[in-house]
């Protein structure tokens, strides 16, 4: 069993950074591959990033350049740093982890991942 807890959302001008974490918990999580998705409302939950337990990087064509997914296997944790934040990305931001994956078409959807965070809400204003 994974247990994951995000944080550092918050509300935050347009322009600005955020610095989100996942922490987790349980079993060999060091053989977990670990991503972010996002889901708006009425909008599907969107891949952003991952990091596998091989250590391949990922992050998706649309945050590219303003968002870096990064972990620190010592601590358990994923990041993700924020930059030049849009009211676009206003969303509940979601950790998720899978056993092993290296797969870069694997780890961007979202039903391979079995172990999820309870989500952290970011919001972008004008």
């Known amino acids: 069993q994974v247990h994951l807890v995000e944080s550092g959302g918050g509300l935050v001008q347009a322009g600005g950074s955020l610095r989100l974490t996942c922490v987790g918990s349980g079993s060999d999580i060091s053989s977990h591959s670990m991503g972010w998705f996002r889901q708006a409302p009425g909008k599907e939950r969107a891949f952003l990033g991952a990091?596998?337990?091989?250590?391949?990087?990922y992050t998706a064509d649309s945050v590219t350049g303003r968002f870096t997914v990064s972990r620190e296997n010592g601590a358990n944790a994923l990041y993700l740093q924020m930059n030049n934040l849009k009211p676009d990305d206003t969303a509940v931001y979601f950790c998720a982890s899978r056993r092993f994956g290296d797969d870069e078409v694997a780890v961007t959807i979202r039903e391979n991942y079995r172990y999820w965070g309870q989500g952290t809400q970011v919001t972008v204003s004008q």
């Open positions: 990091v596998t337990w091989l250590g391949g990087t």
